[in-house]
């Protein structure tokens, strides 16, 4: 097992959420979980945050206390920089996490799966190994927002664009909404429908307020003759956006609510200036077995499979994860209890 190296380097200052927002200026389309509003965020419901930066390489760590004064980290989407500069960044990120007596850090970069094999040959990054859990998808579709609207439309499947016109001729109309109970009530009729767990009201309150004002969140519903059928909440952080929270009830499904609300969604990230949709999480296989076993499972991730694959995106899987381990003893706690 690959373990962290001990390092001795001199203290580098923690960034304050403002001098991290200049930080990020190098990087307009850092992935929106490295950005503070995220870290506001995730503060109001138990985590903690730092930032470090060595001018051009940067990464904003979580933090979440465990029992016995130690906490675990997380850098999710990060580090940022170019890859060729992460090996002389690592030891300020080490520094940080003994300070914060972490057992590990568990490493998800914004990086695809082909990339991180081209430069480390297949391996995690030196000091690193390949964890056991991920927290955010591995694999995800994604959208090309540059090409016009009738030529996006001509890239999905038949029966998706079948079903978004639909749902307009059908009288569905979708439109920004700043109604989160309602969109609790949807997405917990979702999660019951679809055995996946949910927020709190709470949760997605405060994401809504902190992300709405910046211009970097939307909650859209679609709605028949005044009913609520669906609603989703879009994230985007420079030329990207990122579907994250969806929610569909169960009255007029023939109507086709969600295929019209997730165009009106990508409509809504391309007026933006986005150049790339993300549909966040799909089943963790390849392409092959994805379209051979989508008609007949319906666990997991398998069921938004199904509806996602028809908006005609593009499968790509992220590197990671990786842990880098600072206590031995607790990390093989950890391992043991995620196998149980």
Known sequence: MLEATVFLTKKMPL?????????????????FLQTSAWAELKAIFGWESARVADGENGAQVLFRRLPMGVSLAYIPKGPLGAIVGWEGFWPEVDELCRQRRAVFVKVEPDLEQGEADSFWAGAPPPGFRLSPQAIQPLRTLTI???????????????????????????????????????????????GERSEFGV????????????????????????????????????FT?????????????????????TYLLQWEAMRWARQRGCALYDLWG??????????????????????????????????????????????????ALYRWWLSR
């Not at 664009?161 to 909404?177: D, E, F, Q, T």
């Not at 709470?202 to 969140?217: K, L, N, W």
């Not at 007949?296 to 499979?305: E, F, K, Q, S, T």
């Open 282 to 331: 799909v089943p963790d296989c390849e392409e092959a077995e994805l379209e051979e076993q989508f008609t007949g499972r319906n666990d997991g991730l398998w069921g938004v499979y199904r509806f996602k694959r028809g908006f005609g995106g593009e499968l790509r899987r992220a590197a990671g994860p990786w842990d880098r381990v600072y206590n031995p003893l607790l990390y």
């Open 144 to 190: 090309d927002l540059r090409p016009d609207e009738e030529a996006i439309l001509a890239r999905m499947k038949q029966k998706t664009r079948y079903n978004i016109h639909l749902a307009a001729r059908k009288g569905v109309v979708v439109h920004p909404s700043s109604d989160i109970d309602t969109f609790y009530k949807l997405i917990n009729i979702t």
């Open 15 to 31: 960034l304050t959420p403002e001098d991290w927002d200049c930080f990020l200026r190098q990087y307009p389309d850092a992935h």
């Open 199 to 234: 927020h709190s009201l709470g949760y997605y309150r405060r994401a809504y307020e902190i992300f709405h004002p910046r211009g970097q969140c939307e909650l859209l519903q679609a709605e028949y003759q005044g009913e609520p059928l669906a609603a989703l909440m879009v």
């Open 237 to 257: 952080n420079g030329q990207r956006a990122w579907y994250l929270y969806g929610a569909s009830s169960e009255q007029e499904r023939n109507r086709m609510p």
